[in-house]
């Protein structure tokens, strides 16, 4: 006999197995099953194995937000302004019948920034303007500013071993991997479980089989002693040793 591939009542599993009662359901028909469709059927009823997923789940996407916190952040501002303002002066630079000079200003800024693993953080900036102004007293018009920058910030003391956000990413992954271990734990106990619940409704059955063909041979035997009985071939208390088994 090739135990891999003993088939067992469904009906038998559920009387000692609620995960495969739930599978073979309340009905009287009988459902076979290899042990591997047991253990799927089992696994796919299991609700706390639903729960540890889950859990591993909110643990995987904690993590991935805890990593973001070293993602690059790109930044962009622009700005734009026109500007008329009456000064009560001769001397104000404002057009021949005017009171103010009109200016007018555009700019742009971008920076790239990201936290470093030693808690520190680096930046890049760009930034570029252009005035003009209709203002007699000015020389240059158009006029253009531009600049380019990299800050790095590291902390010496406080920080320095451990900030917010490497913390944050060791609780996060320390909580990952609680949530992987529990859910092997689960899935290992709930096959462990039904192999254990499997085998032992082959051995009642192995064990019925055998008890059935003992009293099969039993009544055989009674027969047969029935007749050398009734033949006078043998004496009536040779009986009782059939009638017992």
Request: proline share 5%.
């Amino acid at each position: 006999m090739r135990w891999g591939k003993t088939m067992v009542p469904a009906a038998l599993i559920a009387a000692l197995c609620p995960v495969a009662r739930a599978a073979a359901g309340e009905g009287p028909a009988e459902v076979r099953m290899t042990l591997t469709e047991a253990v799927e059927h089992a696994l796919e009823k299991n609700e706390g194995l639903v729960v540890e997923l889950e859990s591993l789940r909110s643990a995987e996407a904690a993590l991935a937000g805890a990593r973001g916190a070293y993602d690059p952040l790109f930044e962009v501002q622009g700005s734009w302004e026109r500007a008329s303002l009456p000064v009560n002066s001769a001397f104000s630079g404002a057009p021949d019948g005017r009171l103010a000079p009109t200016n007018r200003s555009l700019g742009a800024d971008a920076s790239v920034r990201q936290l470093l693993p030693t808690g520190g953080e680096v930046s890049v900036r760009a930034s570029a303007a252009r005035q003009t102004t209709d203002g007699t007293f000015t020389l240059l018009s158009p006029a253009y500013d531009t600049s380019v920058g990299v800050e790095l910030r590291q902390p010496l003391l406080r920080g320095r071993a451990l900030d917010a956000a490497r913390l944050n990413l060791k609780v996060t992954a320390a909580e990952r991997s609680r949530a992987v271990a529990s859910l092997r734990r689960e899935v290992t106990e709930t096959v462990a479980a039904v192999e254990r619940t499997y085998w032992a409704l082959v051995a009642a059955r192995e064990d019925v089989g055998v008890r059935e063909e003992a009293v099969r041979l039993a009544e055989e035997q009674l027969r047969e002693t029935k007749l050398r009985i009734e033949k006078g071939a043998a004496p009536e208390t040779e009986a009782a040793q059939p009638n017992s088994e």
